[in-house]
């Protein structure tokens, strides 16, 4: 199977920098997504990292370790509309390669 | 492109009743999946049909839950004599054949209370 962890919470101040972790366990791998998620929205797709390392889009930023098991998203130039979850998903070797999300980290921006 | 749509938005219902949502993929999307979310939650995977097969269920999804595709575009899930933990935003996504990366375009969601 595959599991997810992830912080529930994480408050920063607007115009600064927070980075959301992400650890995975899973069998076979084969790439990390991120979505976001407004209140009573529907996720919308951020980022995927297939290979170690770095993606970036505009402010936001994607890393993955796969030998770490572990990713991370980096928010830079943090503003109000940032305020949502953010969800990691994984995908592993089961089945039809569907994603597993995790739980979600909460993100509180605060003025 | 509209994106994905369902309908509908809200249902709210009796325990013991049957409900039934609907799904309108993006038109050139094959991937079609149905992911049921709780307060506080990721979405959870419930099915997934590649055009009008139904290639994968969760074991979330027990024989009171049943979903179809028949022509290979839009979806419709169906949960008979709901129970109270049903209560959920049932959310729908596609994807197209051409992404290997499997990226999910959401709908807005069809948030289900059941009394």
């Known amino acids: 199977g595959q599991s997810l962890e992830q912080p529930s919470e994480v408050t920063a101040v607007e115009g600064a920098i927070v980075q959301i972790n992400c650890t995975y366990q899973?069998?076979?791998?084969?790439?990390l997504s991120w979505y976001q998620q407004h209140d009573g929205g529907a996720p919308t797709f951020l980022s995927y990292?297939?290979?170690?390392g770095l993606e970036e889009t505009g402010r936001f930023s994607s890393f993955l370790s796969r030998s770490d098991s572990y990713g991370y998203l980096l928010l830079q130039e943090l503003q109000m509309k940032d305020s949502a979850s953010y969800f990691c998903a994984v995908r592993g070797s089961g089945g039809s390669y569907i994603p597993t999300f995790g739980r979600g980290t909460s993100l509180i921006v605060h003025p | 492109d509209t994106g994905v749509s369902q309908n509908p938005r809200h249902k709210i219902t009796k325990r013991g009743q049957n409900v039934t949502f609907r799904c309108d993929p993006i038109s050139e999307h094959n991937r079609l999946y149905w992911y049921r979310q709780t307060l506080g939650q990721g979405p959870e995977f419930l099915t997934y049909?590649?055009?009008?097969?139904?290639?994968?269920k969760s074991r979330l999804l027990s024989d009171r839950f049943s979903a179809e595709r028949p022509k290979g575009s839009f979806s419709t899930l169906e949960i008979q004599r709901t129970e109270q933990g049903d209560s959920a935003m049932y959310l729908c996504a596609s994807s197209p054949r051409t992404d290997p990366t499997r990226t999910q375009y959401f709908g807005p969601g069809t948030r289900l209370l059941v009394l």
């Open positions: 049909f590649q055009n009008e097969a139904q290639l994968e």
């Open positions: 990292n297939a290979l170690d």
């Open positions: 899973t069998s076979g791998f084969y790439g």
